[in-house]
Protein backbone atom coordinates (compact mmCIF):
# COMPACT_ATOMS: atom_id res chain seq x y z
CA UNK A 1 0.00 0.00 0.00
CA UNK A 2 1.62 3.34 -1.24
CA UNK A 3 1.62 5.81 1.53
CA UNK A 4 1.39 9.36 2.76
CA UNK A 5 2.58 10.18 6.48
CA UNK A 6 2.58 13.10 8.28
CA UNK A 7 1.90 14.18 11.58
CA UNK A 8 -1.44 15.29 12.46
CA UNK A 9 -0.71 18.15 14.84
CA UNK A 10 -1.60 20.29 16.24
CA UNK A 11 1.36 21.86 15.85
CA UNK A 12 0.87 25.95 17.35
CA UNK A 13 3.32 27.95 16.86
CA UNK A 14 3.41 32.07 17.76
CA UNK A 15 2.88 34.83 15.11
CA UNK A 16 6.50 35.48 13.75
CA UNK A 17 7.74 32.21 14.02
CA UNK A 18 8.70 29.54 11.55
CA UNK A 19 6.17 26.49 11.32
CA UNK A 20 7.87 23.43 9.75
CA UNK A 21 5.59 20.74 8.71
CA UNK A 22 6.92 17.08 7.50
CA UNK A 23 6.13 14.35 5.33
CA UNK A 24 7.53 11.10 4.28
CA UNK A 25 6.22 8.80 1.46
CA UNK A 26 6.88 5.14 0.87
CA UNK A 27 7.60 4.94 -3.03
CA UNK A 28 9.99 5.49 -4.36
CA UNK A 29 9.49 6.47 -8.09
CA UNK A 30 7.55 9.07 -6.71
CA UNK A 31 7.83 11.90 -9.49
CA UNK A 32 5.81 15.05 -8.08
CA UNK A 33 4.97 16.03 -4.86
CA UNK A 34 2.69 19.19 -3.59
CA UNK A 35 1.51 21.28 -0.27
CA UNK A 36 -1.99 22.01 0.00
CA UNK A 37 -3.53 24.58 2.13
CA UNK A 38 -7.01 23.67 3.88
CA UNK A 39 -9.21 26.30 5.76
CA UNK A 40 -11.73 25.14 7.57
CA UNK A 41 -15.20 24.25 5.70
CA UNK A 42 -12.96 24.86 2.77
CA UNK A 43 -11.45 22.84 -0.34
CA UNK A 44 -7.74 22.00 -0.83
CA UNK A 45 -5.63 25.08 -2.12
CA UNK A 46 -2.35 24.82 -3.73
CA UNK A 47 0.15 26.27 -2.55
CA UNK A 48 3.45 24.31 -3.46
CA UNK A 49 4.93 21.99 -5.62
CA UNK A 50 8.21 20.67 -6.06
CA UNK A 51 9.71 17.93 -8.59
CA UNK A 52 13.54 17.85 -8.18
CA UNK A 53 15.78 17.29 -5.16
CA UNK A 54 16.55 20.46 -3.13
CA UNK A 55 14.85 23.93 -2.17
CA UNK A 56 11.82 26.06 -3.71
CA UNK A 57 10.69 29.30 -2.32
CA UNK A 58 7.71 31.35 -2.89
CA UNK A 59 7.76 34.28 -0.48
CA UNK A 60 7.18 32.91 2.83
CA UNK A 61 6.76 29.30 1.83
CA UNK A 62 10.01 27.15 1.03
CA UNK A 63 9.15 23.82 0.10
CA UNK A 64 12.09 20.78 0.46
CA UNK A 65 12.55 17.34 -1.23
CA UNK A 66 15.05 14.87 -0.38
CA UNK A 67 14.51 11.86 -2.60
CA UNK A 68 16.57 9.62 -1.34
CA UNK A 69 15.15 9.76 2.22
CA UNK A 70 11.56 10.44 0.64
CA UNK A 71 10.82 13.48 2.66
CA UNK A 72 9.57 16.43 1.70
CA UNK A 73 9.20 19.08 4.13
CA UNK A 74 7.63 22.84 4.28
CA UNK A 75 8.57 25.74 6.00
CA UNK A 76 6.57 28.71 6.27
CA UNK A 77 8.63 31.78 7.57
CA UNK A 78 6.78 34.65 9.75
CA UNK A 79 4.03 32.54 10.43
CA UNK A 80 0.68 34.84 10.33
CA UNK A 81 -2.73 33.97 12.08
CA UNK A 82 -3.86 33.57 8.95
CA UNK A 83 -2.15 30.44 8.07
CA UNK A 84 -3.95 28.86 10.94
CA UNK A 85 -5.53 25.75 8.04
CA UNK A 86 -4.74 22.04 7.64
CA UNK A 87 -1.70 21.43 5.30
CA UNK A 88 -1.94 18.20 3.52
CA UNK A 89 0.82 16.37 0.99
CA UNK A 90 0.60 15.11 -1.69
CA UNK A 91 2.48 12.74 -4.04
CA UNK A 92 1.82 11.34 -7.46
CA UNK A 93 3.46 7.79 -6.88
CA UNK A 94 2.01 7.01 -10.61
CA UNK A 95 4.40 6.02 -12.76
CA UNK A 96 3.82 5.78 -16.75
CA UNK A 97 0.69 8.17 -17.95
CA UNK A 98 -1.82 7.38 -14.96
CA UNK A 99 -2.57 10.54 -12.54
CA UNK A 100 -3.49 9.84 -8.98
CA UNK A 101 -2.34 11.93 -6.16
CA UNK A 102 -2.25 10.41 -2.67
CA UNK A 103 -2.68 12.72 -0.09
CA UNK A 104 -1.75 12.43 4.12
CA UNK A 105 -4.27 12.95 6.46
CA UNK A 106 -2.62 16.60 7.13
CA UNK A 107 -1.72 18.67 9.56
CA UNK A 108 -3.22 20.89 11.61
CA UNK A 109 -1.11 24.29 12.09
CA UNK A 110 -2.46 26.96 14.19
CA UNK A 111 -0.71 30.17 14.55
CA UNK A 112 -0.76 32.20 17.94
CA UNK A 113 -1.24 35.58 17.60
CA UNK B 1 -10.39 32.48 -15.52
CA UNK B 2 -13.33 30.40 -14.02
CA UNK B 3 -12.73 27.84 -11.81
CA UNK B 4 -14.15 24.43 -11.00
CA UNK B 5 -17.57 23.96 -10.33
CA UNK B 6 -19.38 21.37 -8.30
CA UNK B 7 -23.23 20.86 -8.04
CA UNK B 8 -24.66 20.60 -6.06
CA UNK B 9 -22.56 21.69 -2.81
CA UNK B 10 -24.98 20.53 -0.55
CA UNK B 11 -27.43 17.47 -0.45
CA UNK B 12 -29.00 15.06 1.89
CA UNK B 13 -30.21 11.19 0.91
CA UNK B 14 -31.38 8.37 2.55
CA UNK B 15 -29.98 4.69 2.53
CA UNK B 16 -30.68 3.07 -0.58
CA UNK B 17 -30.86 5.84 -2.76
CA UNK B 18 -28.63 6.71 -5.31
CA UNK B 19 -26.99 10.59 -5.90
CA UNK B 20 -25.39 11.78 -9.00
CA UNK B 21 -22.78 14.60 -8.52
CA UNK B 22 -21.57 16.96 -11.34
CA UNK B 23 -18.39 18.65 -12.06
CA UNK B 24 -17.16 21.51 -14.50
CA UNK B 25 -13.08 21.71 -14.54
CA UNK B 26 -11.02 24.67 -15.82
CA UNK B 27 -11.64 25.69 -18.88
CA UNK B 28 -9.00 23.57 -21.08
CA UNK B 29 -8.54 21.45 -18.75
CA UNK B 30 -8.91 17.40 -20.26
CA UNK B 31 -8.25 15.97 -16.65
CA UNK B 32 -10.68 15.68 -13.87
CA UNK B 33 -10.65 13.44 -10.80
CA UNK B 34 -12.91 12.82 -7.63
CA UNK B 35 -12.15 12.00 -3.91
CA UNK B 36 -13.82 11.06 -0.88
CA UNK B 37 -12.70 13.66 1.92
CA UNK B 38 -13.73 12.47 5.79
CA UNK B 39 -13.01 12.98 8.98
CA UNK B 40 -11.03 9.63 9.10
CA UNK B 41 -9.43 8.84 6.04
CA UNK B 42 -8.63 12.07 4.66
CA UNK B 43 -8.74 12.24 1.44
CA UNK B 44 -9.51 9.67 -0.83
CA UNK B 45 -8.84 8.93 -4.87
CA UNK B 46 -11.71 7.76 -6.62
CA UNK B 47 -11.03 7.98 -9.93
CA UNK B 48 -9.66 10.02 -12.71
CA UNK B 49 -10.98 11.12 -16.58
CA UNK B 50 -9.24 12.29 -19.58
CA UNK B 51 -10.40 12.69 -22.95
CA UNK B 52 -13.89 10.67 -21.70
CA UNK B 53 -11.59 8.00 -20.71
CA UNK B 54 -10.96 6.58 -17.14
CA UNK B 55 -7.62 6.69 -16.51
CA UNK B 56 -6.94 5.50 -13.03
CA UNK B 57 -9.41 4.12 -10.20
CA UNK B 58 -8.60 4.11 -6.06
CA UNK B 59 -9.95 1.50 -3.93
CA UNK B 60 -14.09 2.01 -4.31
CA UNK B 61 -16.33 -0.36 -4.41
CA UNK B 62 -18.65 -0.40 -7.87
CA UNK B 63 -21.69 1.92 -6.10
CA UNK B 64 -19.18 4.21 -7.25
CA UNK B 65 -18.87 5.07 -10.81
CA UNK B 66 -18.02 8.01 -12.67
CA UNK B 67 -18.34 9.24 -16.26
CA UNK B 68 -16.75 12.22 -18.30
CA UNK B 69 -18.15 13.83 -21.20
CA UNK B 70 -16.84 15.61 -24.58
CA UNK B 71 -16.92 19.03 -23.42
CA UNK B 72 -14.54 17.47 -20.01
CA UNK B 73 -17.25 18.01 -17.65
CA UNK B 74 -17.55 15.12 -15.31
CA UNK B 75 -20.51 13.21 -13.17
CA UNK B 76 -20.19 10.91 -10.53
CA UNK B 77 -22.53 8.42 -9.27
CA UNK B 78 -23.06 6.54 -6.18
CA UNK B 79 -25.91 3.83 -5.85
CA UNK B 80 -27.44 2.34 -3.29
CA UNK B 81 -26.10 4.85 -0.29
CA UNK B 82 -24.96 3.95 2.58
CA UNK B 83 -24.63 5.68 6.04
CA UNK B 84 -20.13 6.02 5.67
CA UNK B 85 -20.61 7.42 2.04
CA UNK B 86 -21.47 10.69 4.17
CA UNK B 87 -19.03 12.92 2.98
CA UNK B 88 -17.17 16.06 1.51
CA UNK B 89 -16.68 14.89 -2.46
CA UNK B 90 -14.21 16.56 -4.03
CA UNK B 91 -13.81 17.49 -8.09
CA UNK B 92 -10.04 18.05 -9.12
CA UNK B 93 -9.00 19.38 -12.82
CA UNK B 94 -5.58 19.10 -14.17
CA UNK B 95 -4.15 20.91 -17.51
CA UNK B 96 -0.68 20.26 -19.15
CA UNK B 97 -2.88 17.64 -21.39
CA UNK B 98 -1.51 13.91 -21.54
CA UNK B 99 0.94 14.07 -18.56
CA UNK B 100 2.37 12.71 -14.83
CA UNK B 101 2.99 15.69 -13.22
CA UNK B 102 1.09 19.20 -12.67
CA UNK B 103 -1.01 20.44 -10.42
CA UNK B 104 -4.64 19.58 -9.13
CA UNK B 105 -7.08 22.38 -8.81
CA UNK B 106 -10.06 21.77 -6.29
CA UNK B 107 -13.85 22.68 -6.62
CA UNK B 108 -15.66 23.50 -3.68
CA UNK B 109 -17.18 19.94 -3.12
CA UNK B 110 -20.34 18.42 -2.59
CA UNK B 111 -21.65 17.52 0.94
CA UNK B 112 -23.04 14.45 0.75
CA UNK B 113 -25.31 13.68 4.30
CA UNK B 114 -26.19 9.78 4.05
CA UNK B 115 -29.33 9.56 6.86
Known amino acids: QKEVEQNSGPLSVPEGAIASLNCTYS??????FFWYRQYSGKSPELIMS????GDKEDGRFTAQLNKASQYVSLLIRDSQPSDSATYLC?????????????FGKGTLLTVNP | KAGVTQTPRYLIKTRGQQVTLSCSPI?????VSWYQQTPGQGLQFLFE???????NKGNFPGRFSGRQFSNSRSEMNVSTLELGDSALYLC??????????????FGEGSRLTVL
Open chain 2, 92 to 105: ASKGWGFTNTGELF
Open chain 1, 27 to 32: DRVSQS
Open chain 1, 50 to 53: IYSN
Open chain 1, 90 to 102: AVNMNGGSNYKLT
Open chain 2, 27 to 31: SGHRS
Open chain 2, 49 to 55: YFSETQR
